[in-house]
């Protein structure tokens, strides 16, 4: 099924297709603005504008009926290639092999997308690693295969890890940012910017994206998640604070995870007995899902500090644990036993 509508932006929009109308887009650009506002979407519209055959018209957008627009709308365009972070779950394995496996993941995250567009948040452990960036390189070399220019958007592209042993790779995506091939269109989007690596951030066209007046987000709410009560759209709207990805319910998985991961904090820094009561509490197998919302709210709320510039040691350690109860708990193993092993781990360098 074909992607939503992308609601709002019309300011950006008028920018953007004016400036392809003319030739004067940039050809590295970073959309930047709060979480949920659709900045992919957006990204998207503008890969669509850029690979429909209508463009020479001179308005600068995507006209919706050609083979190219509607190609672009089910996500299947073989020109624009859509990166989103992912986990890698075999490590170890050769780079050509890590290249293929993202491949793969990509692959399914997009057919997820096609059935599912409104998609969840990434995963705390999703990444663009270096296996991701390999493959961009591969895709980058390669003519377009039906439009006249290929698109890369990046999404969440503050998850781009710096890979020591790996510059090479590294070094050609910053070539390729700071002078495109004269076919190439990247789409950088960020939530939080300042975290993008510098080196990046320099190359690029910053765009700022912002959030959606209440009206649009209530049309949205209407319309795409078939909310019917006055009430509900009202608070619902009220909550989102322009944000569309905050009427999905996975934001309320997110804030669910961050308040275990409160309360996992406050049993860790509690005696053993505490540590251990909390751990049991963590419900076995079949509720892995908030066993794993509740590490991701730990990962973030470390990462802030982090950023605070709080111990850093420890609490880069203590992210090394979190991540490695992650891979554990999408294993085989009990969430109680990973809880337990983690609140002992964590208790001996609680803040
Ligand atoms: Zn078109």
Same mark, same amino acid.
């Given at each position: 099924?074909?992607? !939503? !509508?992308?609601?709002?932006?019309?300011?950006?929009?008028?920018?953007?297709?004016?400036?392809?109308?003319?030739?004067?887009?940039?050809?590295?650009?970073?959309? #930047?603005?709060?979480?949920? +506002?659709?900045?992919? %979407?957006?990204?998207?519209?503008?890969?669509?504008?850029?690979?429909?055959?209508?463009?020479?018209?001179?308005?600068?957008?995507?006209?919706?009926?050609?083979?190219?627009?509607?190609?672009?709308?089910? *996500?299947?365009?073989?020109? +624009?290639?859509?990166?989103?972070?992912?986990?890698?779950?075999?490590?170890?394995?050769?780079?050509?092999?890590?290249?293929?496996?993202?491949?793969?993941?990509?692959?399914?995250?997009?057919?997820?997308?096609?059935?599912?567009? @409104?998609?969840? !948040? /990434?995963?705390? @452990?999703?990444?663009?690693?270096?296996?991701?960036?390999?493959?961009?390189?591969?895709?980058?070399?390669?003519?377009?295969?039906?439009?006249? =220019?290929?698109?890369?958007?990046?999404?969440?592209? #503050? %998850?781009?890890?710096?890979?020591?042993?790996?510059?090479?790779?590294?070094?050609?995506?910053?070539?390729? @940012?700071?002078?495109?091939?004269?076919?190439?269109?990247?789409?950088?989007?960020?939530?939080?910017?300042?975290?993008?690596?510098?080196?990046?951030?320099? =190359?690029?066209?910053?765009?700022?994206?912002?959030?959606?007046?209440?009206?649009?987000?209530?049309?949205?709410?209407?319309?795409?998640?078939?909310?019917?009560?006055?009430?509900?759209?009202?608070?619902?709207?009220?909550?989102?604070?322009?944000?569309?990805?905050?009427?999905?319910?996975?934001?309320?998985?997110?804030?669910?995870?961050?308040?275990?991961?409160?309360?996992?904090?406050?049993?860790?820094?509690?005696?053993?007995?505490?540590?251990?009561?909390?751990?049991?509490?963590?419900? /076995?197998?079949?509720?892995?899902?908030?066993?794993?919302?509740?590490?991701?709210?730990?990962?973030?709320?470390?990462?802030?500090?982090?950023?605070?510039?709080?111990?850093?040691?420890?609490?880069?350690?203590?992210?090394?644990?979190? *991540?490695?109860?992650?891979?554990?708990?999408?294993?085989?193993?009990?969430?109680?036993?990973?809880?337990?092993?983690?609140?002992?781990?964590?208790?001996? #360098?609680? !803040?």
């Amino acid at each position: 099924m074909p992607i !939503p !509508p992308l609601y709002g932006h019309e300011g950006i929009r008028n920018r953007l297709a004016g400036a392809i109308a003319s030739g004067r887009l940039p050809q590295s650009l970073l959309l #930047e603005g709060p979480r949920g +506002v659709g900045k992919q %979407r957006l990204a998207l519209w503008l890969a669509q504008a850029l690979v429909c055959e209508d463009r020479g018209k001179g308005k600068g957008e995507g006209c919706g009926a050609c083979q190219h627009c509607k190609l672009v709308l089910s *996500l299947s365009h073989p020109d +624009v290639h859509w990166f989103v972070p992912v986990e890698l779950s075999k490590k170890g394995a050769d780079a050509d092999k890590q290249v293929e496996l993202v491949a793969e993941a990509l692959g399914d995250e997009l057919a997820a997308r096609r059935e599912r567009p @409104l998609y969840e !948040p /990434p995963s705390g @452990l999703a990444s663009h690693n270096i296996a991701s960036v390999r493959l961009l390189l591969r895709r980058l070399a390669l003519t377009p295969a039906l439009a006249r =220019r290929k698109v890369f958007i990046l999404g969440d592209a #503050e %998850r781009l890890v710096p890979q020591t042993g790996a510059d090479a790779a590294a070094n050609a995506l910053l070539k390729a @940012l700071e002078e495109p091939p004269a076919d190439t269109v990247f789409v950088l989007t960020a939530t939080e910017p300042e975290a993008l690596l510098p080196t990046i951030l320099s =190359r690029v066209v910053r765009v700022r994206v912002a959030r959606l007046p209440d009206s649009i987000v209530a049309v949205f709410a209407q319309r795409e998640l078939g909310l019917k009560s006055q009430r509900d759209v009202a608070q619902r709207v009220a909550a989102a604070e322009g944000r569309l990805g905050r009427l999905l319910a996975t934001e309320d998985r997110a804030a669910g995870g961050a308040a275990a991961a409160e309360r996992f904090r406050a049993a860790v820094q509690g005696d053993p007995v505490g540590r251990y009561a909390f751990a049991l509490g963590q419900q /076995p197998f079949q509720a892995r899902g908030g066993f794993t919302d509740m590490l991701d709210g730990l990962l973030a709320q470390l990462r802030d500090e982090a950023r605070a510039g709080r111990d850093t040691e420890k609490v880069v350690e203590a992210i090394a644990q979190v *991540l490695e109860a992650r891979g554990l708990a999408q294993g085989n193993v009990n969430p109680q036993l990973v809880g337990a092993v983690l609140a002992e781990d964590l208790a001996g #360098e609680a !803040p």
